[in-house]
């Protein structure tokens, strides 16, 4: 896939007619998934300042250190129709900011995740200015994948997707969930993703806790073990994707009816997807039928999250949530039960709602998988 496609001509006027609509005169992007959406830099995230100055008319500046002007320079940002200016170390890079405004400016967006030095020296380089969040802006522009972002997450989906298919060859008894998410994390990169974001192996008792991670703790025979994995692609992309196993013995009984219940929640929520359902009805979809299988408890989460540039961003599958859903939007649907000091599971795939209903980026097998 083209990086024109991703980054098509034209994106930056775009968000400056939002930028103007949301009564802001600039966006101050510093690195993040904010300035590559909008330029294709994938910049360092330094103590050097590097900010893109997206004024609401004008022309946009990508202020850059000048050891990382060749790196600028050879991303997509120049064909883009940014201006670039570098700062030489020991300079003060804060000037070049309000010259890049062009005048007076009352109020500006940061991205949401600067970091807090920067943030304190852009009040002091503009203290007329009131500060927003970017995402005001963002948020609403990123939300609706393109059909070229779709297909890079279908890419990262297919990615994942292959590593979990090799499960068999790592996940075994008398390993330690350390061992196996080792090569898991190679593998991850070796089915084409540039970084590993997360690896979860949660066996036994650690499957009750969502956010686990690893331990040195060897996997049991016959123990659940939820494996949750992602990284990001050469595009930028996230994969996301869980899927739970038995390694070398039966499964608990109990644990058998629950994966059950689990596996019907998470496709009947998937079914769910369409334009005009909200994300709280999302959420219902999964939640209602392992709730009333006397397990509602032991849904610890929301069902889902968005998915892009960023592993979780808008719009999340969550009580609460009465926006509607529109094609393009790209998200998790991943219910799951945790019994403490017992067992879990958790059922992920990626979806994107389409036109007419639902496309699942991630389409292994979601029965238990019994290795």
Same mark, same amino acid.
């Given at each position: 896939?083209?990086?024109?496609?991703?980054?098509?001509?034209?994106?930056?006027?775009?968000?400056?007619?939002?930028?103007?609509?949301?009564?802001?005169?600039?966006?101050?992007?510093?690195?993040?998934?904010?300035?590559?959406?909008?330029?294709?830099?994938?910049?360092? &995230?330094?103590?050097?300042?590097?900010?893109?100055?997206?004024?609401?008319?004008?022309?946009?500046?990508?202020?850059?250190?000048?050891?990382?002007?060749?790196? =600028?320079?050879? +991303?997509? #940002?120049?064909?883009?129709?940014?201006?670039?200016?570098?700062? #030489?170390?020991?300079?003060?890079?804060?000037?070049?900011?309000?010259?890049?405004?062009?005048?007076?400016? #009352?109020?500006?967006?940061?991205?949401?995740?600067?970091?807090?030095?920067?943030?304190?020296?852009?009040?002091?380089?503009?203290?007329?200015?009131?500060?927003?969040?970017?995402?005001?802006?963002?948020?609403?522009?990123?939300?609706?994948?393109?059909?070229?972002?779709?297909?890079?997450? &279908?890419?990262?989906?297919? =990615?994942?997707?292959?590593?979990?298919?090799?499960?068999?060859?790592?996940?075994?008894?008398?390993?330690?969930?350390?061992?196996?998410?080792?090569?898991?994390?190679?593998?991850?990169?070796? =089915?084409?993703?540039?970084?590993?974001?997360?690896?979860?192996?949660?066996? %036994?008792?650690?499957?009750? +806790?969502?956010?686990?991670?690893?331990?040195?703790?060897?996997?049991? !025979?016959?123990?659940?073990?939820?494996?949750?994995?992602?990284?990001?692609?050469?595009?930028?992309?996230? +994969?996301?994707?869980?899927?739970?196993?038995?390694?070398?013995?039966?499964?608990?009984?109990?644990?058998?009816?629950?994966?059950?219940?689990?596996?019907?929640?998470?496709?009947?929520?998937?079914?769910?997807?369409?334009? %005009?359902?909200?994300?709280?009805?999302?959420?219902?979809?999964?939640?209602?039928?392992?709730? =009333? !299988?006397?397990? %509602?408890?032991?849904?610890?989460?929301?069902?889902?999250?968005?998915?892009?540039?960023?592993?979780?961003?808008?719009?999340?599958?969550?009580?609460?949530?009465?926006?509607?859903?529109?094609?393009?939007?790209?998200?998790?649907?991943?219910?799951?039960?945790?019994? !403490? %000091?017992?067992?879990?599971?958790?059922?992920?795939?990626?979806?994107?709602?389409?036109?007419?209903?639902?496309?699942?980026?991630?389409?292994?097998?979601?029965?238990?998988?019994?290795?």
């Amino acid at each position: 896939m083209g990086t024109d496609e991703l980054h098509p001509p034209g994106r930056l006027t775009v968000a400056q007619r939002a930028i103007a609509a949301a009564g802001l005169d600039a966006l101050l992007l510093t690195p993040g998934s904010d300035l590559r959406y909008l330029t294709g830099y994938d910049a360092h &995230a330094g103590e050097r300042l590097t900010c893109l100055v997206l004024p609401a008319q004008g022309e946009p500046t990508l202020i850059v250190p000048t050891l990382e002007r060749p790196a =600028a320079e050879a +991303s997509p #940002a120049p064909a883009t129709g940014v201006r670039l200016v570098d700062h #030489a170390d020991g300079t003060d890079p804060y000037p070049l900011v309000v010259a890049a405004l062009d005048g007076p400016v #009352a109020a500006v967006g940061l991205a949401d995740r600067m970091w807090a030095e920067q943030v304190l020296a852009l009040r002091a380089a503009l203290p007329g200015a009131t500060q927003r969040l970017a995402s005001e802006v963002l948020a609403e522009l990123r939300i609706r994948k393109s059909p070229a972002e779709v297909a890079a997450l &279908a890419e990262a989906g297919a =990615a994942i997707d292959a590593v979990h298919e090799r499960m068999g060859q790592w996940l075994r008894p008398g390993r330690t969930e350390a061992e196996v998410a080792a090569d898991i994390a190679a593998a991850i990169r070796a =089915a084409g993703h540039v970084s590993v974001d997360f690896v979860i192996v949660a066996a %036994g008792p650690n499957g009750a +806790s969502p956010h686990h991670g690893t331990s040195d703790r060897p996997i049991g !025979a016959g123990e659940p073990v939820v494996v949750d994995i992602g990284g990001t692609m050469p595009s930028g992309y996230r +994969s996301d994707c869980t899927r739970t196993y038995v390694a070398g013995g039966p499964a608990p009984a109990d644990f058998v009816e629950y994966y059950a219940v689990l596996r019907d929640a998470q496709r009947a929520a998937v079914a769910a997807v369409r334009p %005009g359902i909200t994300g709280a009805a999302g959420d219902a979809a999964a939640r209602e039928p392992i709730a =009333a !299988a006397g397990f %509602g408890p032991a849904f610890l989460h929301r069902t889902g999250h968005g998915i892009g540039l960023d592993g979780h961003e808008e719009p999340y599958l969550v009580a609460g949530n009465d926006r509607p859903l529109e094609a393009g939007m790209a998200f998790s649907i991943e219910p799951g039960i945790y019994l !403490a %000091g017992r067992h879990g599971a958790r059922i992920e795939d990626i979806v994107v709602c389409t036109t007419d209903g639902v496309q699942r980026l991630n389409t292994t097998t979601t029965e238990l998988i019994a290795l």
